[in-house]
């Protein structure tokens, strides 16, 4: 099923079921008000969502879908967990920062927490207080996933996954260095991330959900021009299932939790970036210096995956960057 | 007024009203079911709490407070943050582990963002898979706050503290080297935090709440002898406001974040410490070597803190370790 968050006058929305072509929408009541709610209890509301949405799928009711009143899907969570899974971002964004590698990288995740007390939507604003602070964009994809427990296997963990989105990781590329010199992992330099319109459940996917991870192009289009289109499948270290066990080592996550991959990037250069970082990084590797400015007030982002006959699957994140 | 929350059927709890010599609760419904529910509308449902606090406290109904049924009073948050803000303490560990001391130290706070999704209630046991992990608790003081916009100043940080509590930040001493060294701050090093049985609003504390600082001794006894009992007021660099106007930069925070000050520690060491860490610290300096242990299965542990007349603010933290 496909799960949108319809703003109302709450914090969490109002948790909508959307046709599998994204023309309807149906509110998810009675079964759950929002996401959080279903969440909290899967296994007895997730059945009845399902099949009130098969039904949703053969009926023709229900109000045309409208992306322009999401939230995220979760708009707030309790957690957000990011790990680097493609390690060609992690050896770019390193380099160009004179960071060392860490000797571990194929065998011990990179990951940080971030904040989750609120997720843009997917047409937000993206507010930028100071063009020095290095606004950047980090196209992702991640899951939802149920309670794990402490400990849990991956394969326990990759049972628990519940749903998929895109995310829009936002960095603030020129607060990163000092504060990760500190030692404590990224705040000020995280700020907010965005979310794409849509949740989806596994079996939405078909086979490109394979493996713990999701075998389709993540496109990027910054100020309407594509700069890249990586294999979401391919290049990624750890599945995603992975990534919950590394995370669940020494406590359990609470349904809601939310897991990105890491910025998408394969080896391929001729398939682009995700983030402006690694073009920056390139242009310095190659001619010394780095010409792609970070993002400035009036750029353009969307971000959005298409299945192998070309609809969209999560909607769109698109986003323009504004003065606050 | 004094909150806490009682176990039931749900995730959240139920929200108590306790009367101020602890003796007595009551449900704080009709009001808010929950400790989140009220902190999303605090302008209009703390005055209901208040007034119906006040009338409890001069009546003699409602039914004995029961420490042993009170989850965490936010049993899970969309946001924990703790702060350093006791340099004696930043010195001391990082002296443990040879790590340097940034040069920002005294202007610009340490913080991390930690787990969220769950805080353990005050009497939970502390699971110990692994004894080579080096379990530590860290005695704090944290407060809970109210929506606070991006790039606020330090006056409407301070506005914005609805409550206070203590916390156990628990740590994993001996996986922090390895996890710091990766450079995306603590991950699994930082297990889940316990929490006092009561939250308190600021004006419970009398003129012990000034210029954003708690000033009253932490107590922690450790296997049922004090170990510590340094004033949370004395030698904290940041205050609370300081430290959630720090958080704010670059993003807003959303209410009922919490934010911690750090483990509490003062430069006199005849008030001894709220982590094992210090001890073994000073020991390896005295003796060039560290004699107590970390955490062992059966260790109790014991946070209070209590007034100028010796009456127990929040309750205590009351923990022992157990295999999982």
Not at 84 to 90: D, E, F
Not at 151 to 170: F, P, Q
Request: glycine content about 8%.
């Amino acid at each position: 099923m496909k799960l949108a968050t319809y703003r109302n006058h709450r914090r969490d929305g109002c948790l909508m079921l959307v046709s599998r072509d994204l023309r309807r929408a149906r509110p998810a009541a009675p079964f759950a008000a929002t996401l959080q709610e279903a969440l909290d209890d899967w296994e007895r509301i997730a059945p009845l969502l399902q099949q009130a949405s098969a039904e949703f799928d053969l009926a023709h009711e229900g109000e045309p879908f409208d992306a322009a009143r999401c939230l995220a899907p979760l708009p707030r969570a309790y957690q957000w967990l990011d790990g680097s899974a493609y390690l060609n971002h992690v050896e770019l964004v390193r380099r160009a920062r004179g960071a060392e590698l860490p000797s571990s990288l194929y065998t011990d995740p990179l990951m940080y927490q971030g904040c989750s007390d609120g997720f843009l939507p997917p047409n937000a604003p993206l507010p930028l207080a100071d063009a020095d602070w290095g606004l950047d964009f980090e196209a992702e994809v991640a899951v939802i996933c149920g309670d794990v427990p402490a400990g849990a296997s991956t394969e326990v963990c990759g049972a628990a996954i519940r749903l998929l989105t895109l995310v829009n990781d936002v960095s603030l590329r020129n607060l990163i260095p000092a504060e990760l010199a500190k030692g404590f992992g990224f705040l000020q330099s995280k700020p907010r991330s965005s979310m794409a319109p849509l949740a989806l459940t596994p079996d939405e996917l078909g086979d490109a959900w394979r493996d713990g991870k999701l075998h389709l192009p993540l496109r990027v289009e910054y100020n309407r021009q594509c700069c890249g289109q990586p294999n979401a499948g391919d290049d990624m270290q750890f599945s995603f299932a992975q990534l919950l066990a590394h995370a669940a080592r020494t406590r359990p996550l609470a349904a809601g939790t939310v897991l990105g991959g890491g910025t998408v990037s394969n080896r391929d250069r001729s398939l682009g970036y995700c983030c402006l970082v690694e073009a920056r990084t390139l242009e310095t590797l190659e001619t010394g210096g780095a010409r792609t400015p970070y993002m400035r007030v009036g750029d353009s982002l969307r971000i959005e995956m298409r299945d192998g006959s070309g609809h969209s699957l999560f909607g769109a994140i698109e986003q323009q960057v504004v003065a606050p």
